[in-house]
Each structure stands twice: as structure tokens, then as C-alpha cells.
């Protein structure tokens, strides 16, 4: 799934947790499949949806396959038919952008000039006779179309404004704007929140849903993501939560950014669905499209990790196949991980037997400062106690005193405070550093 995808997955179920919490109402999550073209719709792309709404930690309690419900779509269409709610054209898909070419060309819209219902039958038998294949249109009423948006407020679209909807193309297959309105239907679909490019469908969908004698859902429009150029490259409109994975943003990292991109609220770092959907206020979203940088989940996504309780840690270690951590190690560790794989490097430095070079006057410091360590176990106050009794009998101090010991401690420049590092090493392993 691209960025805007999950955007849209996550904010339709962080709605309905917020509205259960809100209303006291159980609301069911609805996963379809939109596989009715068979080209574009293989088993793998259904698979890899899958595995990135289950990494994200997103359960759906409802699957369904348009693919699997042509028939009930025929049934509608038969019965629009017999209505005279939908008509058959026979443009090529050349012929329809010949008009809109000379439409614009004359300052007016592209719309639709409705040719196929002047078409008489001895036309239509003429046009399949040499070879032309029918595709159908839902015909619009021309008159307003209006509904409360949850994210734009009131709005109002008039039929005549809008081109009849292909509904059947020349192969027979199914475009998205008829069974979506069916399944709405059928599923008894109450909330619908999509991105503010599907506005006009939704006028359309309404009088889809009054010919279906079906009450149409409560919609919400969010602003499209944009990239700071302002239309979202296709770098970042491609960006697949695959890659993110690689990368090490962790899935609340993309949910807490995503959750807030679009409204004036600050980003809350959460670590669960639940704790997210109570900060989630669909209405806070603006018109305005929101900026979308990769760069503010790499910044973002230190903060989630360094805040992750143990638990969730060592759940994560699980899915990667490494061993778990111990609680100390974490305390010690986490103000220094980036992303949950940098743990396996402090991990090396703080279990293995690996020992660091020093220059000759910083190794006989840490020597001398080997024989200085207090007797008995480790804890949080050693450090200080210990560093203290160094200064005096060395007559080193600041960086002169600290920088070898952690250099000694761990080869690196930076790293964990050392005083919650000192009892995750342990006694002996301290002593062979200091003394190389």
C-alpha cells in the first residue's frame, strides 16, 4: 500500500475506534477488495495488502471481493436498464477526448454532451454491426445534489455540472463508482472517509443510492497530501509501507504522524490504536492539503521507538526472529536507538567480549581507574561514586576523565549515559575494558 492508502485505511478505522469510544456504538471495519478488473488485480497485490494492514495493526472485521459479487452487480444493472436510468454510447475512448479537446477549447466544461441517448435503435444495431461495442452511463438528474461533509462541511453539486458516470465498459467490466454505491448499500455502510478527490463522485453516488433506495452513507473528504513543491511527487505518492519497513519506521510512527498531518495539532507520540483514537478528531482537519515529508517520520520515529515499553520492544525483536531484551539493557539503551535494529549494535558492544584500543596515556588512566572501582554489585549510583574517587586520585576531570572510560567502555565517541550502562555491563567485563 502507497502513503495515501494507508492515510486512508488508518483514518477510516481510527474513526470508527474514536466513534465507538464517543457513541458506545460497535462499529465494523470494512476491507474490500475493488478486484473487478482482472488485469490490474492480481493475488499478490491482494496479499502484500494484507501484510501491511496486519503490520500496521489494523484488523478488519469484514473481507469482501467485488469479484465476487458480479452478479448481483448485472442484477442492478439490468434493473437500471429496464428503468431507463442508464444508456448505451459507442465513442472511443479517441472520440470522447476529441470533445473535451474542443469543449475546452470553446471555455466551456467537459462534460458529457449525453450523444448516446439521441441514438435510435436502428443507430445502435448500425454501430454494433460494424464492429462498435456499447459501454453504459448512469443518467444524472439535473438538479442540485447536497450533503453535510465531516471534514468540508456543507456541500452542493448540481447534475448538470457533471458527466453521466461510465458505469459498463465495452468489455463489460465493472468502473469503481457502481459497486461501491451497491456494496455501501448492501453492507449497510454508515461512514465512508476518502480523500477530497472523490467529492464529485460522491454527488454522483447520492442519486446512485436514492435509485437503489438506500440511504447514503455519512462521507468525509480529507485534503490530499501534498509534497513540499505542493503536488505530491510520485516518489512519495508511490512511497509503499514496504520500503518505510526497510527503513525501520516503526507502524505508530506512520499512524501518529498521518493521524495529524491536515489539522493544527501537534503530533502525540501513542503506542496503541486505542490510546491514538482517543486524541482523533476527524473534524480537526482543514481544507488545506497537507505537507507530507519523509524527513518528519525519520525525526518522528526516534521518539516513538526511545518511548516504546518493553513489551513492545521485544514483540517487535520476535517479528525480526532475534532474542528478546532484558529491562536494564532498555533503560540503558533506548535514549540512543533510532530504530528498533540499532539495538543489535549495543547489544554486541554491552554482551560480547569485544575490547577497544586506547592511546598509552588513556589506557594507563583507565588501569588506574580499574582499581578504583568500589567493590560489590553495580547499580545507578556507582558511576557517580566511582568517577568521583577517579577525579581525586588521577586529578582528571571533564572530558579528560569521561571521554576514555566511555571509549574504553564502549569504542564510541557518544552513546548511552553510562551510569545506566556501567551495571548492564557488570563487574568483569568492565574491568578487562579498563585495563585493554
Known sequence: MHIGNLRTALLNYLYALSAKKTTGEDFTFVLRMDDTDTERSKPEYEQAVYEDMRWLGIPWDRLEHQSKRLDRYNRVLEDFKRRGLVYACYETAEELEYKRRRQRARGLPPVYDRAGLKLTAEDRAKLESDGRRPHYRFKLEHREVSWDDMVRGHCSYN????????????????????????????????????????????????????????????????PLLTGREGKLSKRLG?????????QGVEPMTIACLLARLGTSDPVVVCHGWEE??????????????????????????????????????????????????????????SPNIDKIAD??????ICYTDESFELDGDDR???????????????????????????KEKTGRKGRDLFHPIRLALTGREQGPELKALLPVLGREKTIARLQG
Not at 369 to 387: C, I, K, R, V, Y
Open 159 to 222: 447534475g448538470a455540472h457533471l458527466s453521466d458516470p461510465i458505469v459498463v465498459r465495452e468489455d463489460g467490466t465493472f468502473p469503481y463508482m457502481l459497486p461501491s454505491a451497491i456494496d455501501d448499500a448492501d453492507f449497510a455502510v454508515t461512514h465512508v472517509i476518502r480523500g477530497e478527490d472523490h467529492v464529485t463522485n460522491t454527488a454522483v453516488q447520492i442519486q446512485m443510492f436514492e435509485a437503489l433506495d438506500a440511504k447514503p452513507p455519512v462521507f468525509g473528504h480529507p
Open 238 to 246: 508511490s512511497l509503499s509501507s514496504r520500503e518505510l519497513r526497510e
Open 276 to 333: 491514538l483514537a482517543g486524541h482523533f478528531d476527524l473534524t480537526r482537519f482543514g481544507r488545506a492539503q497537507p505537507h507530507f515529508d519523509t524527513g518528519d517520520l525519520f525525526k518522528l520515529n526516534p521518539r516513538v521507538v526511545r518511548s516504546m515499553p518493553l513489551d513492545a520492544v521485544n514483540a517487535r525483536l520476535r517479528e525480526r526472529g532475534e532474542k528478546e531484551i532484558a529491562a536494564d539493557f532498555w533503560t540503558a539503551v
Open 343 to 348: 539495538i543489535a549494535e549495543w547489544e554486541k
Open 364 to 390: 594507563a588512566f583507565c588501569r588506574r581507574a580499574a582499581e578504583l572501582l568500589p567493590s560489590g554489585g553495580f547499580d545507578e549510583t556507582t558511576f557517580q561514586a566511582w568517577t568521583a574517587v577517579v
